[in-house]
């Protein structure tokens, strides 16, 4: 099966500036796909390409395999921009019902599709209001409706929750959840890395207009991981902290540790490929540390992000 977003080597420059430097990815069906990087990275001008509206300068884009220019391509996308794009002196169904018609949607089907997207969206009771009395989280909600009206197998999001309050936040995440169980690939650009963490199985990061990370989350996380190994400690008095900070100074002697660090009554150890974790707990036990759990500590997407973005050693 064809990827649904494909780009290869695409270069865009916008005036003198080269915007995007020959980026590279595929999203894949079933995708909910994070693209991360700072603000100037290319993210928008990436969207633009494979919305066709920006034609590349060199590099090819294509949508399930037809180049993103052609209508045909372009007719199995929906998509929330940053302008929600819809009309405040209409309500919420007749936005639905004008986006109907120009997506060619039957009047037949027309009206069982708008009340299946108001009710996929929990808007159903406010289908008569003007969106001009929307919240902001009842706008982004509809905008997601008014997306999927038409069908498409590909929804491209660009920061879905932003400026909305925590709540709104979550219930969007839900409809984004939602409308993957339904089939949907979904290309989620975001600047909200915990967001991006709880809902993408796979991501790219630009940066300065180039691919700096590319791949399954899980799996860059796997490889970008630090072999971090949490150490919870019976330590209660002050007498037991103090040994345990005298331990602290001789495992940052080992040849093996690379960093080491103590919080409360964890010890947190960044390993490298020679170490045993055994030895560390012997060591401890020797000077009367008592071990009560022993786990490895995961790399967060912020710490990916940071050493992608920022160079910074985690």
């Given amino acids: 099966m064809n990827s649904v977003i494909n780009l290869e080597k695409v270069n865009k420059s916008l ?22 990087g700072p603000n100037g990275a290319g993210k928008t001008t990436t969207i633009r390409v494979i919305l066709g509206l920006f034609k590349p300068d060199s590099g090819k884009a294509s949508i399930l395999g037809e180049d993103v220019s052609r209508d045909e391509a372009r007719a199995k996308v929906g998509f929330v921009l940053e302008a929600d794009g819809l009309y405040d002196n209409l309500t919420g169904y007749e936005n639905l019902d004008y986006y109907c018609q120009i997506y060619g949607v039957s009047q037949a089907q027309a009206k069982e599709r708008i009340e299946e997207m108001l009710r996929l969206v929990g808007l159903s009771d406010r289908a008569s ?21 038409h069908e498409p197998e590909l929804l491209i999001l660009d920061e ?13 995440r839900q ?20 967001e991006v963490q709880r809902l ?15 791949g399954e989350l899980e799996k860059l996380r796997k490889e970008m991981g630090r072999r971090e190994v949490v150490i919870e400690t019976g330590v209660t008095t002050t007498e037991q902290a103090e040994v345990l900070d005298g331990v602290l100074v001789e495992l940052k002697a ?6 080491c660090r103590r919080e409360a009554r964890k010890l947190y150890l960044n ?33 990916i992000y940071a050493k992608a973005v920022k160079g910074g050693e985690q």
Avoid: W
């Avoid at 005036?15 to 991360?36: C, H, M, Q, T, W």
């Avoid at 879905?160 to 969007?172: C, F, H, K, L, Y």
């Avoid at 984004?176 to 979904?186: M, S, Y």
């Avoid at 080992?254 to 960093?259: G, Q, W």
């Fill in 254 to 259: 080992l040849p093996y540790v690379k960093s």
């Fill in 160 to 172: 879905p929750t932003a400026g909305i309050d925590p709540s709104g936040q979550m219930e969007v």
């Fill in 271 to 303: 390993l490298d490929g020679r170490a045993d974790v055994s030895e560390v707990v012997a060591m401890l036990s020797q000077k009367g540390v008592g071990v009560e759990e022993v786990r490895k500590g995961e790399i967060t997407l912020e710490e």
């Fill in 15 to 36: 005036g003198n500036r080269e915007i995007l430097k020959g980026i590279s990815f595929a999203v894949e069906p079933g995708d909910i796909f994070g693209y991360l």
């Fill in 175 to 194: 409809i984004i959840r939602n409308l993957a169980q339904r089939g949907k690939t979904i290309f989620l650009s975001s600047h909200n890395l915990d």
């Fill in 200 to 214: 993408c199985n796979r991501i790219a990061l630009i940066d300065k207009g180039e691919i700096k990370l590319y």
């Fill in 129 to 149: 209001d003007r969106v001009a009395a929307y919240s902001k989280g009842m706008r982004q909600k509809l905008a997601l409706a008014r997306a999927m009206v």
